[in-house]
Nanobody, 124 residues
């Protein structure tokens, strides 16, 4: 069982930056691929970014490529999402997810454990 706790969300103006953090409880954190998803009101949960167990593979959604950076610190059981040049359309609840698959997945089906989410609101 893995518990995930996100933090770092908030209200920011368009063009600003936020850094999300996700702390995991598992001592085997380094064996999990990790990802960030987001869900806006009335929309389905969508993939944002993922990172492989060693951090060597980091796919991104096209909508955030070049603006967001995912990283992890296995020594701290944590994964991060640096979000720059934020846009109003980035407004959503952001979820951290941990998966047990070997390959990094961009689908919600590839992840077993989920955090409660943190709200990100970007004003225009």
């Amino acid at each position: 069982q893995v518990q995930l706790v996100e933090s770092g969300g908030g209200l920011v103006q368009a063009g600003g930056s936020l850094r999300l953090s996700c702390a995991a409880s598992s001592v085997t954190f380094s064996t999990y691929s990790m990802a960030w998803f987001r869900q806006a009101p009335g929309k389905e949960r969508e993939f944002v970014a993922a990172i492989s167990r060693r951090g060597t593979n980091t796919p991104y959604a096209e909508s955030v490529k070049g603006r967001f950076v995912i990283s992890r610190d296995n020594a701290k059981n944590s994964v991060y999402l640096q979000m720059n040049s934020l846009k109003p359309e980035d407004t959503a609840v952001y979820y951290c997810a941990a998966g047990g698959t070997i390959a990094v997945s961009t689908s919600t089906l590839g992840y077993t454990y989920w955090g409660q989410g943190t709200q990100v609101t970007v004003s225009s």
